[in-house]
């Protein structure tokens, strides 16, 4: 799907089901050349992605698996290597700040093209409690059998 020159190439639904998300911020990633185009063929797993601030303030994507170029050589990247975001100074203090708070984490909700470039969204979120994601589950329930009346109606 391609809107507005941004094409999707994953989501993270995990994180929408583990965590409560807060703020969100888009940033570039350092990235291979066959990272690129294992990217284009959709090979990566968002799933348990994090983000760590370091103390020479860098934010690095950390556990986000991006399978191997079919077609690469020995010169392919590793899967789950560590990658640095690119952010400016302004936004990795705001999400330095968001880290020292007890119960909160960066996640990666989105990876996707812009472009020519490859983007990714992150998001600070409050992990939810057991009881918090059967509430979330019954209130998305209600509003599929809400959507499917409604359809049914007309």
């Given at each position: 799907?391609?809107?507005?020159?941004i094409?999707?190439?994953a989501s993270?639904?995990?994180?929408?089901?583990?965590y409560e998300i807060?703020e969100?911020?888009?940033a570039?990633i350092?990235?291979?050349g066959?990272e690129?185009?294992?990217?284009r063929?959709?090979?990566?797993n968002?799933?348990?992605?994090w983000?760590?601030?370091t103390?020479d303030?860098?934010?690095i994507?950390m556990?986000?698996q991006i399978?191997?170029y079919a077609?690469?050589?020995?010169?392919n990247?590793e899967?789950r290597?560590?990658?640095k975001?690119?952010?400016?100074?302004n936004?990795?203090?705001?999400?330095?700040?968001?880290?020292?708070?007890?119960?909160l984490?960066?996640v990666?909700?989105?990876i996707y093209?812009?472009?020519s470039?490859?983007k990714?969204e992150?998001?600070?979120g409050?992990g939810?409690?057991?009881?918090?994601?059967?509430e979330s589950?019954?209130a998305?329930d209600?509003k599929?059998?809400?959507?499917r009346t409604?359809?049914a109606r007309?």
């Amino acid at each position: 799907m391609v809107e507005n020159g941004i094409k999707l190439i994953a989501s993270n639904k995990k994180a929408f089901h583990n965590y409560e998300i807060g703020e969100k911020w888009e940033a570039g990633i350092a990235l291979k050349g066959t990272e690129v185009k294992a990217l284009r063929d959709g090979r990566v797993n968002l799933g348990d992605g994090w983000v760590n601030i370091t103390d020479d303030n860098e934010a690095i994507l950390m556990e986000i698996q991006i399978g191997h170029y079919a077609f690469g050589n020995i010169n392919n990247h590793e899967e789950r290597r560590n990658r640095k975001l690119l952010l400016n100074t302004n936004e990795l203090t705001k999400l330095a700040k968001a880290m020292k708070q007890k119960g909160l984490s960066i996640v990666p909700t989105k990876i996707y093209f812009k472009g020519s470039f490859v983007k990714i969204e992150i998001a600070i979120g409050r992990g939810k409690k057991s009881h918090d994601k059967r509430e979330s589950n019954k209130a998305n329930d209600a509003k599929r059998e809400i959507a499917r009346t409604m359809r049914a109606r007309n």
